[in-house]
């Protein structure tokens, strides 16, 4: 009972993104469930715990400073690239390498917005553990929420799938073979099933 009978499944054309404004984990503070919300509008992601109320907040934007200038005394050419920070100064001090002189430079700035697909098991944002995740063998199973849940139970408890043609790789089509495999329904489901009621 519970398990999704529906034999067909008609791909939404969701891309993991949609399911990636709000994302369950695990709180690092008292382990209870916190909901992870990313605005990719603004460049925001939160950490909300509504059990212990920690909070948290993450800009997803980062630059890498770039200095490229002349010495103002000796003329020696002066690179320096700073990877990866999560501010901007109107001026920054380097040090001349050749005449060891100190002065104040306008960088420039290239933006990132960054956030990562590559971790299994953890939020792309604050790499936090999802809540919704389950061994499968060697594998592992993972929602980044209700939502994203019930879209899988749905596309694995399918016994016909149909494409929808959109010009791009849905998040369904994207999925590990061990997903997409017929004869792991039946077991994919009853973990599904057990995932849902943590
Ligand atoms: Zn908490
Ligand atoms: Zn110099």
């Given at each position: 009972?519970?398990?999704?009978?529906?034999t067909r499944f008609k791909d939404q054309n969701k891309i993991l993104?949609?399911?990636?404004?709000?994302?369950?984990?695990?709180?690092?503070?008292?382990?209870?469930?916190?909901?992870?919300?990313?605005?990719f509008t603004l460049c925001h992601s939160r950490l909300h715990c509504p059990s212990c109320f920690y909070q948290l907040d993450k800009p997803l934007?980062?630059?890498?400073?770039?200095?490229?200038e002349y010495c103002k005394l000796c003329n020696f050419r002066i690179v320096v690239e700073t990877p990866e920070v999560g501010y901007r100064k109107e001026a920054i001090k380097v040090r001349c390498p050749d005449c060891g002189c100190e002065e104040s430079y306008k960088p420039t700035y290239i933006e990132h917005v960054g956030y990562s697909y590559s971790f299994d098991g953890v939020d792309?944002?604050?790499?936090?553990?999802l809540w919704y995740q389950a061994p499968?063998?060697?594998e592992l199973l993972w929602a980044y929420g209700s939502e994203h849940l019930l879209y899988l139970e749905e596309y694995i408890g399918a016994k016909l799938r149909e494409r929808n043609q959109p010009r791009y790789m849905t998040m369904v089509e994207r999925l590990p073979q061990f997903i997409k495999s017929a004869k792991n329904r039946d077991a994919l489901l009853k973990l599904l099933e057990r995932i849902k009621l943590k």
């Open positions: 009972m519970g398990i999704a009978s529906s993104r949609h399911f990636e404004e709000r994302i369950s984990v695990c709180c690092p503070k008292c382990e209870k469930r916190a909901e992870v919300s990313t605005d934007v980062f630059f890498d400073i770039v200095v490229k792309p944002f604050f790499q936090l553990p499968f063998k060697d």
